[in-house]
């Protein structure tokens, strides 16, 4: 249960990242990066936070479409990640 939580949290700060709206990005920037939850969710799943981190900074240097589109890619992984 736990491990679902996770991803749905983690898919929808990606989705956020990617969000048209500012207060939305900024919001997800925050978790990314100042959020204790964050680091205790990659401490859950074995992953390294500033993998993630560094997947955030290259997606935030995308346009606004591909950042969508690259953001339903991540979602799309982290639902095959959920089912195992």
């Keep these: 249960m736990v491990g679902k939580l996770d991803n749905a949290i983690l898919k929808q700060a990606i ?3 990617a969000s048209k709206h500012i207060d939305y990005r900024e919001d997800a920037k ?5 959020e204790e939850s964050f680091n205790e ?6 992953i390294k936070p500033e993998e993630i981190r560094n997947g955030v900074a290259i ?4 346009p606004l479409i591909s950042r969508k ?6 979602s799309r992984i982290l639902d095959i ?4």
């Design 69 to 74: 589109k690259m953001a339903d890619k991540i």
């Design 30 to 34: 925050k978790f990314f990066y100042e």
């Design 81 to 84: 990640d959920g089912m195992t």
């Design 15 to 17: 989705r956020d990242i």
């Design 41 to 46: 969710i990659c401490k859950r799943k074995r």
């Design 59 to 62: 997606l935030l240097s995308y």
